[in-house]
């Protein structure tokens, strides 16, 4: 498996030939095309995208270590299919729509200013996790940990106290709706 370290890759099209298999540490994508692609089976350590192409990607078995997502469009993307070991990463300014993270623990990471738009968070432990000004239409919450998530600036979730864990999850006075729409009660 090759090692590449320290190195920036711009403005590269993926879609046709694949990033070769290996191991990235502290390396940077810009403006990369990975789209319908395959970056099944790589290792990101320390890695940063910033304003890439991921949608509908194959991620199967990929580890992604303290990776940085900035400005990328993400749709469709299986993070369950991922290697869970280690997985830690933070999505700025992203478009997540479609995605799904079914069955992962995510505690502590970061979903700032991003869309989430039906993306799938059954079964995820969300603990400790901060939704800082996302959309949150139609995400799919179901079994979900959710203690101690920070809610209060996240925008349009629908979050069922009844099947999900909300024990010290911060919400705000605005976001209450989110909370008790299916007992279609209005708050004024």
Do not use: W
């Not at 590449?4 to 993926?14: E, V």
């Not at 790589?42 to 940063?48: A, L, Y």
């Amino acid at each position: 498996m090759n090692f590449t370290a320290d190195q920036t890759f711009k403005n590269q099209d993926y879609t046709q030939t694949r990033l070769p298999k290996g191991e990235y540490e502290n390396c940077i994508f810009e403006g990369c095309n990975f789209e319908n692609g395959y970056l099944d089976n790589q290792n990101f350590m320390e890695c940063e995208f910033i304003d890439c192409n991921l949608s509908n990607s194959n991620l199967a078995h990929t580890i992604f270590k303290e990776v940085t997502f900035s400005h990328c469009k993400m749709i469709g993307l299986k993070f369950e299919d991922c290697n869970d070991f280690l997985m830690d990463f933070r999505f700025e300014n992203c478009t997540l729509n479609f995605s799904s993270f079914y069955g992962l623990t995510l505690k502590n990471q970061s979903f700032i200013n991003s869309k989430l738009i039906e993306v799938d968070f059954t079964e995820t432990d969300l603990t400790n996790v901060n939704f800082d000004s996302s959309d949150m239409n139609r995400a799919i919450f179901s079994q979900t940990h959710l203690q101690k998530a920070d809610f209060t600036k996240a925008q349009n979730f629908n979050i069922d106290p009844e099947k999900n864990l909300l024990k010290n999850a911060k919400f705000s006075k605005d976001g209450l709706p989110g909370l008790f729409n299916k007992y279609e009660i209005k708050i004024e």
